[in-house]
């Protein structure tokens, strides 16, 4: 384990009030101690990497500049938030990043009076600081309100509504585009700094608001022509028409590692804006650590690393992770159909369709941080005949739900969903947890919604989505590996609406949907060595039901537990649904339904999670002998 860096500097900087007290000509120290801090607390954890590096300088400019917390600074996302946490009154804890009863991995108002709003979603910031923006005039105070948005973000259709909004309500908020990829324009030098400050200071903001009060005496219509005529000539030197013709003031692009530009903007906004503004600043993910900078998409997230030689800490794993498995089905099945496309929403690698892409870059499409048109465009190609398989995390894929509904149920149309990230996340918390897709998809008439119990499961599936044309289907997977079952050479197509019996015993039914399945076969053992015969079975859909295979389990055992690793409302309440109509429930049968507890569960290993959330081995277990009125003995012993 590496030593911890010197930081003289930073060491007298406990909150941003700090700050005032530190020379404008220091300041570059201090980013390169910060910086040094971030890298060895987030080397000793794992966690967001190079977003944060990047935004070094101005997290330390606008926490200067700015009166925070009374001035509200929003990070879009989060997770380029650790600089802010170090320089807020949280770097006595910054080493517990993401680690149980730790330090968020993204702005949380739980933790701290200085993140006014919580985000691990993307594209959220404009909206949020919009309406904190509208508040504060509506009290009559004084403030100001800081949005930092990702280039990245930006292509969500969500943050173009809050602009729209903000400019027509001309309302005092600022709006920072932090443009790392160099995807808008890079800053032009000293050049594009002299043209900053000059357009963000007093004077020509001040015959900005002059002339606007003139024309408009003019009348509306002359008052626009003239003001756009305006703002069009100054967008040919520096850029930012489409903001402009938004309602915003643009300013840029600066220098975003460079106090010397950061600074005389942010003051001559803070002094001098009335409107809305945005400033373009250019910064580098990954700044100040070469391995960062040279990979900027392997350190977007890490995991413990080696900071002398960037080498990351990797697990022994002993099967493959489940996006592995699902991305080589998928080219596998691509390779016999070309009508099969791949659709992601900015998460080729962590979906696995950059497989896909390398394989069959024609027909694989990522769109950008937008899933709301991610699932309608796939919905398109459906109609069209094509069988797009449209790849999202199961948090992301809620912030589709509508489009899945009205663009794709609705309608029937055959699109295909692999939900990666089904169930805890670990280290990544409630905000990215897959616990509602069951749910809010097998509610939906004439979707399909399948679960895989493990890595040959999931092959399947692949398949069977590909093979399927009758309407949409969905199939989950967790993060992380699988349990090393032996793999086909190419799925099967399984008959939909079909389970099956994994184990047969008499006296107890354990009921599964999805990879809770290898910790039910484990209580499965305790439950037999405790003279209770245990059958364990695999539903493989929650939608539609296999209603022989429900029956059978009812009718032949006194218990009947189904296990998920969903919220309520889904596989289990389908289950008890069909139960209940039936008449199953009439006649003794005790039935528990296992499900995600009705809480935000927070950080922590995924075992530790299942354990608490009573989905393990031994919370089976325990569920099977008070369901029968027993007292547990050597719960999970065996294990």
């Not at 995390?393 to 489009?403: A, E, K, N, V």
Request: hydrophobic share 45%; with cysteine; glycine share 10%.
């Amino acid at each position: 384990m590496t030593q911890t860096p010197a930081t003289p500097l930073l060491d007298q900087v406990r909150i941003p009030a700090d700050l005032k007290a530190v020379d404008d000509r220091d300041l570059p120290q201090l980013a390169s101690e910060l910086r040094s801090e971030m890298i060895d607390a987030v080397s000793r954890t794992g966690g967001h990497l190079g977003a944060g590096l990047g935004v070094v300088e101005l997290t330390i400019a606008i926490h200067k500049v700015f009166d925070t917390p009374k001035d509200r600074l929003i990070f879009d996302v989060g997770h380029q938030c650790y600089p802010h946490k170090i320089l807020t009154g949280r770097r006595d804890r910054i080493r517990t990043l993401r680690q149980e009863d730790g330090l968020s991995g993204f702005t949380r108002r739980a933790e701290s009076e200085y993140d006014p709003f919580g985000a691990a979603h993307s594209s959220t910031s404009i909206s949020a600081g919009l309406g904190m923006a509208v508040a504060a005039d509506l009290a009559g105070e004084h403030r100001n309100v800081i949005a930092v948005i990702g280039d990245g973000a930006m292509s969500a259709g969500m943050a173009y509504e809050a602009l729209n909004n903000a400019g027509a309500l001309d309302a005092r908020l600022i709006v920072i585009l932090n443009d790392n990829d160099m995807s808008i324009a890079p800053p032009t030098g000293a050049m594009s700094a002299y043209l900053a400050r000059l357009a963000s200071g007093r004077t020509y903001m001040g015959f900005r608001e002059l002339g606007k009060k003139l024309t408009a005496y003019l009348g509306k219509t002359v008052d626009r022509a003239i003001t756009r005529a305006v703002e069009h000539a100054r967008g040919y030197v520096t850029g930012g028409t489409l903001f402009e013709e938004m309602g915003f003031y643009h300013i840029g692009p600066i220098d975003g590692h460079s106090f010397d530009h950061l600074l005389p903007v942010l003051r001559n906004v803070r002094d001098n804006a009335k409107g809305p503004v945005l400033i373009h600043v250019v910064t580098q993910k990954g700044k100040g650590y070469p391995p960062a900078e040279a990979a900027a998409d392997k350190y977007h997230g890490v995991n413990k690393f080696d900071v002398i030689t960037g080498a990351q800490a990797k697990a022994k794993p002993n099967a493959p992770a489940y996006t592995s498995v699902f991305a080589e089905a998928l080219v596998q099945e691509a390779g016999f159909d070309e009508k099969i496309v791949g659709v992601t929403a900015a998460m080729p690698a962590g979906t696995g369709l950059d497989k896909l892409a390398n394989a069959f870059p024609a027909r694989t499409f990522d769109v950008g941080i937008a899933e709301q048109h991610a699932v309608t465009f796939a919905a398109g190609l459906a109609a069209e005949g094509y069988k797009p398989f449209c790849a999202l995390y199961s948090t992301f894929l809620q912030r589709g739900y509508d489009q899945v509904v009205h663009d794709v149920a609705i309608q029937g149309l055959p699109v295909r969903f692999p939900i990666d990230r089904a169930g805890f996340v670990g280290a990544d918390g409630p905000t990215h947890a897959g616990s509602f897709d069951t749910t809010y998809l097998a509610t939906l008439p004439g979707f399909v919604v399948m679960a895989a119990a493990d890595e040959a499961e999931l092959k399947h599936m692949v398949r069977t989505a590909a093979a399927y044309d009758a309407g949409p289907i969905s199939f989950r997977y967790p993060r992380g590996e699988g349990v090393g079952v032996e793999m086909p050479a190419r799925g099967e197509i399984l008959e939909i609406g079909k389970g099956r019996l994994v184990k047969q015993g008499s006296k107890v039914a354990l009921l599964s949907f999805g990879t809770r399945l290898a910790d039910c076969l484990l209580a499965a053992e305790d439950l037999d060595a405790a003279g209770l015969s245990t059958t364990v079975a695999d539903a493989r859909f929650a939608k539609p039901l296999d209603h022989d295979l429900i029956r059978q389990l009812a009718r032949h055992h006194e218990v009947l537990i189904t296990i998920e690793e969903g919220a309520v409302g889904g596989f289990g309440s389908h289950v008890l649904q069909f139960l209940a109509m039936e008449g199953l429930l009439d006649h003794g049968l005790k039935v528990r339904p296992l499900v995600l507890p009705d809480l935000w569960m927070e950080q922590a290993k995924p075992d530790a999670m299942y354990a608490k959330a009573g989905l393990d081995r031994a919370g089976i277990v325990s569920t099977v002998f008070k369901a029968l009125g027993q007292k547990a003995i050597g719960v999970g012993a065996a294990g």
